[in-house]
C-alpha cells in the first residue's frame, strides 16, 4: 500500500473511533439514567454498577410515584407536566406571533438604526439573567402577575424573542426579492406577500426557532423557581425535578424516573424535527 492508501485506511478509523467515542460520551448517561429508573432499589443497592437490567428485575412502580398524585402519595409529576407544557406551548407561540414580523421588518424594510438592530437583539445576552432577576422579580411581584403562569410565559418571552428574531431575520434575508416583487405586480400586499411567499419559503427556519423556544420553556429552572417557589401546585417539571434531587427520603430510582420525564418530551421533539432543526439552523448561513 502507498502512502495515500494508507493514510486514507487510517483517517476512515480515525472517523469511526471518533463518532464511536462521542456517541458514548452522549448516549451513556441517558442509558444508565433509564436503567437506574426501571431497577428495583433493592437490587440498585446490592449492585449499583450494574450496566444490565435482567427482565426479572424490571419495574415501573417507580413511574407510577413519579406520576401519581401527591395527595395519593406520589410525586405529582402530571401536574408539572401540565404546567409545563402550558408554559412551553404558550411562549413558543407568542413568541413566532412577535418575531415573525418582527424579523421581516428587519430584513425588509428600511429604517434609521437598521444595522444596529443586530447588536441590540444578541446584546440582552452578555449579561447573565441573574441580573435581570431581581428587577423582574419586583416588577411583577408590584403587577401581581408573581406565582402565574402567564407571569412565566412574559419573562420566557422576553428570554427567546431577540434570538428568534436574530434568526429568523438571517433566512428571511435569504429569500430571493424578486419573488416579492413578483406578488406585488400580482396585486398582493404586504401582509398578502408575507403569507403566501415568505411563510411557506421560511417554514423550515420557523419550525427550528420554534423547537429552540421551546426546550428554552421546558427546561427553564431559575425563573420558574424565582416566580412559582410558594405555588406548589403550578410547578413545572425542572422545580419537580429540583424537589425530588433535594428529598433525603426519595430513592434514587424515583430521582432517575423523574429525570427520564423531564427528558425524553425534548428528545422525541428533537428527533422528529430533526431534519427541519438541521435545515432551519443552517439556513441564513450564507447569501448569494
Known amino acids: 500500500m502507498d502512502r495515500d492508501a494508507v493514510e486514507t485506511v487510517s483517517l476512515r478509523w480515525l472517523r469511526r473511533l471518533v463518532i464511536a467515542a462521542f456517541l458514548v460520551v452522549t448516549v451513556f448517561p ?9 431497577r428495583p432499589i433493592e437490587r440498585l443497592l446490592l449492585d449499583p454498577g450494574s450496566l444490565v437490567v ?27 407536566i401540565r404546567n409545563s407544557g402550558l408554559v412551553a ?12 414580523p418582527g424579523a421581516y421588518a428587519v430584513a425588509r424594510l428600511r429604517f434609521f438604526g437598521r444595522r444596529q438592530v443586530d447588536f441590540l437583539f444578541l446584546a440582552v445576552y452578555l449579561f447573565p439573567s441573574i441580573v435581570i432577576a431581581i428587577p423582574l422579580f419586583v416588577v411583577f411581584t408590584r403587577a401581581g402577575l408573581r406565582g402565574s ?11 427567546t424573542l431577540p434570538v428568534s428574531v436574530y434568526m429568523l431575520k438571517n433566512y428571511f434575508e435569504t429569500i430571493p426579492v424578486s419573488l416579492e416583487e413578483s406578488a406585488a405586480i400580482d396585486g398582493a400586499g404586504r401582509l398578502g406577500i408575507i403569507r403566501r411567499v415568505s411563510l411557506p419559503l421560511a417554514m423550515p427556519s420557523i419550525m427550528a426557532v420554534a423547537l429552540y423556544d421551546f426546550m428554552i420553556a421546558w427546561n427553564e ?8 417557589v410558594d405555588k406548589p401546585d403550578r410547578w413545572t417539571v425542572s422545580l419537580g425535578l429540583s424537589l425530588l434531587a433535594d428529598g433525603v427520603e426519595v430513592p434514587k430510582t424515583v430521582l432517575m424516573a423523574g429525570s427520564v420525564v423531564l427528558t425524553l418530551p ?23
Not at 429552572?221 to 412559582?228: D, E, M, W
Open 30 to 38: 441517558f442509558y444508565y439514567m433509564l436503567m437506574l429508573s426501571v
Open 54 to 80: 435482567g427482565f426479572g428485575e424490571l419495574t415501573v412502580a417507580t413511574y407510577a410515584e413519579v406520576l401519581k398524585a401527591a395527595d395519593d402519595g406520589g410525586q405529582g409529576f402530571l401536574t408539572f
Open 89 to 100: 406551548v404558550a411562549a413558543t407561540l407568542l413568541t413566532l406571533v412577535v418575531a415573525i
Open 149 to 159: 403562569l402567564f407571569g412565566l410565559v412574559l419573562v420566557y418571552i422576553s428570554q
Open 221 to 228: 429552572f431559575l425563573f420558574a423557581l424565582l416566580f412559582l
Open 266 to 288: 425534548i428528545v422525541i421533539l428533537f428527533f422528529a424535527s430533526e431534519r427541519l432543526l438541521t435545515e432551519g439552523l443552517t439556513s441564513g448561513a450564507e447569501k448569494g
